[in-house]
């Protein structure tokens, strides 16, 4: 880790370093993608980072981070309802709760920790997708528009940095109200029990990091 960082005031530095300590433990979170890129922006009291998930990190613990979800065409109607897979975005939600985790344990926060999450679409689109669990799976659920609304929920920070258990209690409960704005029943591979569901992984299964530690 350089020690040398010219152009930045002393307070800057120290943002740089905690940004550092954020991404290592970014890295160990349970899958391979949260992988915030360097350099960074180091601003008056946040830093700005690129690379997956693109976001920003507050001097007061608050995290911003946001991710492509896997919305892709029919492979049957290239032209109609696009679908929106969700096993990979399950996933992804318990990474980027472990990142925020991470950045307010790093800031020196305690107690609850409120999470918000939400979709979005590039184009600012309202038109419907299919929900499809996975690139395999053939059943599609019924055309719905992204939700309008963010979700939230709160956990213990402590409980989510000391197992990761919590953090997949915590992404769920997003998950569940996301995914049930749009007709589905429940997430696919998380549980409210703070378990993920291995054999519906596939192809997602590589992408675990540590799980069964």
Not at 148 to 175: G, S
Request: hydrophobic share 40%; aromatic share 6%; net charge negative.
């Amino acid at each position: 880790m350089p020690t040398n960082r010219p152009g930045l005031t002393p307070a800057q530095v120290q943002l740089a370093f905690a940004f550092d300590r954020f991404a290592m433990a970014a890295q160990e979170a349970i899958t391979t993608n949260a992988r915030p890129h360097r350099p960074v922006l180091v601003g008056r009291r946040q830093v700005r980072f690129e690379g997956v998930p693109t976001g920003q990190l507050h001097q007061d613990g608050s995290f911003f981070a946001a991710r492509p979800i896997n919305i892709r065409s029919s492979e049957h109607d290239p032209e109609g309802i696009k679908i929106l897979y969700h096993r990979g975005l399950e996933l992804d939600l318990v990474a980027l709760v472990q990142a925020s985790a991470a950045w307010a344990a790093e800031s020196g926060a305690s107690g609850d920790l409120m999470v918000m999450a939400a979709l979005h679409r590039f184009d600012d689109s309202d038109a419907p997708v299919h929900l499809r669990v996975s690139e395999h799976a053939f059943s599609d659920g019924p055309p719905a528009p992204l939700p309008p609304t963010p979700t939230q929920t709160t956990a213990n920070l402590a409980a989510i940095i000391n197992d990761k258990r919590e953090a997949v209690v915590t992404a769920c409960a997003l998950a569940s109200d996301l995914l049930a704005d749009m007709g589905a029943h429940q997430p696919s591979v998380l549980t409210t029990d703070g378990d993920i569901v291995l054999a519906r992984l596939g192809d997602y299964r590589h992408q675990l990091t540590g799980w069964g530690d």
